[in-house]
C-alpha cells in the first residue's frame, strides 16, 4: 500500500483530484462559455489532450459534439445560476463519442467542477442483453405455440394412451416454458423501474390474489388471515411479489388436496409480516438457500425457475427480510417482514 506523508487540505484535495479514476476537469464559466482551468490525469487520458494545452480552452469546444451544444449550454447556464448538473451525456473522446455520467459541482459564481464517468460498456451491454431476451421471448412464445399445437394434433389422432400422455406431457412442458417467459418479462420490467417505496394497503391486494388463483386452481383450497387493512412499506410491485409467492405455493403442490394459506400480521411498531404456507413437497435445501443468498449461485445450483428469485428482489428494493422455512413433516412458509418505520401516522 502506498503512503504519503502528512499534507495540508490543498496537497490532498490535489491527490485526490489527480489520482481518481473518472474524468475531472475544473472550469469558469467566461461569457456564459465554460473555460478550463485545470483537469486530471484521467481526463487527459479519455480525452486525448495535453495538459498544457487545456488551460483557457473552452470545454464545449474541445469535447461536446456539435449535436450536443444545446443541452450542453443548458447545463451550463444552471451552473452560472449555482446549480447542480446531472446527466447522461455523449461526449467526444480519443476513442470517438463516447457516453458518460456526468456530474458539475459548483464552487463559486461560475466556477465548478465537471465530473465524467464512462458507462459506454454498460449502456451498451443493457442494450445488447435487452435486443437478446426480446428476441429470445419473441421465437419462444412462437415455438411454444407449435410445439402446444402439435402436442394436441398428436392426442387428437391417436388412440394410443402411452401416445395421449406423452402428448399431455409435451403440452405441459411447452405451458411452463410459456409461463417462463412471461416471469423472465415481469423480471425485466420490475428491475427496469424504480418507483417510490410507499405506505401501500396489502390486505386488498392478497384478497385479490387469492381470488384470482382460486380460480385457476378450483381443486386448491385458499384461507387468509388479514386484518381489514393493513398498511406496509412498498410500492406497485407489491402485487407482483403477492403473486409470485401464492402461485409458486399453489402450482408445485403435489398434495392430494392442495391448500395455501396466506397470512398478514403485525409484528410491532415497526414491522409486518407476510406468511404463505403450503402443504407441498417443500422448496429442496438447495434451492432455498441459494435464493435466500445463503448459498452462492454457480452453474450447477441456480434454483429451477423466477418466481422466488422475482419474490427475492423486490423484497431487496424494499429493505424488507425474506426468510423460507421447510419443516421435515412438509410444506413450505414463506415469510416476508415488511419495515412499516417509514410509514406516518
Request: hydrophobic share 40%; aromatic share 4%; proline share 4%.
Amino acid at each position: 500500500m502506498t503512503t504519503y506523508p502528512p499534507t495540508d487540505d490543498t496537497n490532498r484535495f490535489e491527490r485526490l483530484f489527480n489520482e481518481l479514476n473518472d474524468a475531472v476537469v475544473e472550469f469558469k464559466l467566461v461569457d456564459g462559455d465554460p473555460v478550463v482551468v485545470q483537469a486530471n490525469a484521467t481526463f487527459v487520458d479519455i480525452f486525448g489532450h495535453e495538459t498544457e494545452s487545456l488551460n483557457g480552452v473552452s470545454l464545449n469546444d474541445l469535447i461536446v459534439p456539435s449535436d450536443r451544444r444545446e443541452e450542453a449550454e443548458r447545463f451550463d447556464k444552471q451552473t452560472a445560476a449555482g446549480e447542480s448538473n446531472a446527466a447522461v451525456v455523449e461526449r467526444v473522446t480519443a476513442d470517438g463519442r463516447r457516453q458518460f455520467v456526468y456530474r458539475s459541482v459548483p464552487i463559486e459564481t461560475a466556477h465548478a467542477f465537471a465530473i465524467y464517468t464512462d458507462v459506454t460498456a454498460e449502456l451498451r451491454r443493457e442494450q445488447h442483453l435487452d435486443v437478446l431476451q426480446r428476441v429470445l421471448r419473441h421465437n419462444l412464445r412462437n415455438d411454444v405455440n407449435v410445439i402446444s399445437g402439435e402436442a394436441e394434433r398428436i392426442s387428437e389422432v391417436t388412440d394410443s394412451d402411452e401416445i395421449q400422455a406423452a402428448a399431455a406431457s409435451i403440452a405441459e412442458t411447452a405451458q411452463g416454458l410459456a409461463r417462463l417467459s412471461e416471469e423472465a418479462k415481469t423480471v425485466h420490467r420490475v428491475l427496469g423501474e424504480s418507483p417510490a417505496i410507499e405506505s401501500t394497503e396489502i390486505t386488498t391486494i392478497i384478497d385479490r390474489v387469492v381470488a384470482a388463483c382460486g380460480e385457476t386452481f378450483p381443486a386448491a383450497t385458499f384461507t387468509t388471515d388479514c386484518p381489514t387493512a393493513l398498511l406496509v412499506a412498498a410500492n406497485a410491485n407489491l402485487q407482483v411479489l403477492v403473486e409470485s409467492l401464492v402461485d409458486n405455493a399453489v402450482r408445485h403442490n403435489t398434495a392430494a388436496e392442495p391448500a395455501v394459506r396466506v397470512a398478514a400480521t403485525v409484528v410491532d411498531n415497526a414491522t409486518a409480516e407476510l406468511r404463505v404456507t403450503d402443504n407441498g413437497p417443500g422448496i429442496p435445501a438447495t434451492e432455498r438457500d441459494i435464493i435466500t443468498g445463503d448459498q452462492e449461485i454457480t452453474p450447477l445450483h441456480h434454483g429451477s425457475g423466477l418466481g422466488l428469485w422475482l419474490v427475492r428482489w423486490i423484497t431487496d428494493r424494499y429493505g424488507a427480510e425474506l426468510r423460507i422455512k421447510t419443516p421435515p413433516s412438509g410444506g413450505t412458509t414463506v415469510c416476508v417482514e415488511f419495515d412499516r418505520a417509514l410509514i406516518s401516522a
